[in-house]
């Protein structure tokens, strides 16, 4: 499978990427503040529902219930020994409901700890990293999807530990802010082109953006990537638009119809890869590929 999907990309073919997994769980009865890695044990068959339905929306990858799997991330919940079984089983359920057709991507997200603030290192982020990846890599992924980060030194990391103990494919995608000029940057101050450069530079095969932005927003700065590097393939997800708390509930208010009048936009500006994120399900996946279909 090594280069298979970057290849697939660069064909010119749009694919189609899963939706959100925090919000299928919820659906299912996930209660915040409990582990979802937890839940490729103790409610597996729930976890393995959300990546087929995904796949029979149509979806061409499927990612794994791990983003928050490293080791750092679960010691909070005192899982920290259980790294590798919570992750291998995650890709282990993906590629399960994946088949031998479709791709696993093995989800990895950030820590929450910072290294400017001195509460990690370098190396015990590459560690923290390399433990979960190894685990992804064993239950069956086909790429590691480094997501929903905000600092380059911590992505770099990650990146670091997939090469140095695998041979898949990256992917790596960060969550931008639109400032008050109209920019778009991360917490830590990175725009677009500062992310695609250094990913590129570090040999990522592929870059992206996801979360933080509702499909319209996701535009410019799948554009502004584009600027920075013509070739490099881009996969986007975004949320079913802002999060909004109606009656004491986090609500995601952009329909798979409202999202679909953006798809037409996303690939004019040079998305190779689309799909969703938070508040996006099933019935989002199945409208991209309606809409993909007529473009």
Not at 85 to 100: P, V
Not at 111 to 137: D, M, N
Not at 146 to 151: A, G, N, S
Not at 222 to 245: C, M, Y
Request: aromatic fraction near 6%; include cysteine.
């Amino acid at each position: 499978m090594k280069n298979k999907l970057k290849k697939s990309l660069k064909t010119g073919e749009i694919m189609i990427s899963d939706g959100a997994w925090g919000t299928m769980l919820q659906e299912k009865g996930l209660e915040m503040g409990e582990c979802p890695e937890l839940w490729n044990i103790t409610h597996r068959e729930d976890v393995f529902n959300v990546a087929k339905n995904y796949i029979l929306a149509g979806a061409q990858m499927v990612e794994t219930n791990s983003f928050g799997g490293s080791s750092i991330k679960l010691s909070s919940f005192g899982l920290e020994k259980r790294t590798y079984e919570l992750n291998k089983t995650a890709a282990e359920i993906s590629r399960e409901a994946a088949g031998a057709d479709n791709f696993v991507l093995g989800s990895v997200g950030p820590t929450g700890k910072f290294l400017v603030t001195e509460e990690v290192t370098k190396e015990g982020l590459y560690e923290s990293f390399s433990e979960q990846i190894i685990a992804l890599r064993d239950g069956g992924a086909d790429a590691i999807c480094i997501e929903t980060f905000y600092d380059l030194a911590e992505a770099k990391c990650a990146i670091d530990a997939v090469k140095k103990n695998t041979d898949l494919e990256i992917i790596c995608t960060f969550t931008f802010d639109k400032q008050i000029d109209g920019s778009y940057k991360t917490m830590m101050g990175i725009s677009p082109s500062d992310m695609v450069r250094f990913l590129s530079d570090n040999n990522v095969d592929i870059v992206g953006t996801n979360c933080g932005n509702g499909f319209s927003g996701m535009v410019d700065i799948v554009r502004e990537i584009r600027n920075a590097n013509s070739d490099i393939p881009i996969i986007v997800q975004a949320n079913a638009g802002l999060p909004e708390i109606i009656d004491g509930k986090t609500i995601y208010t952009e329909t798979p119809d409202i999202i679909a009048l953006e798809i037409p936009k996303l690939v004019d500006a040079g998305a190779n890869c689309i799909g969703g994120c938070c508040g996006t399900t099933p019935a989002h996946i199945s409208r991209i590929v309606e809409e993909l279909r007529n473009i």
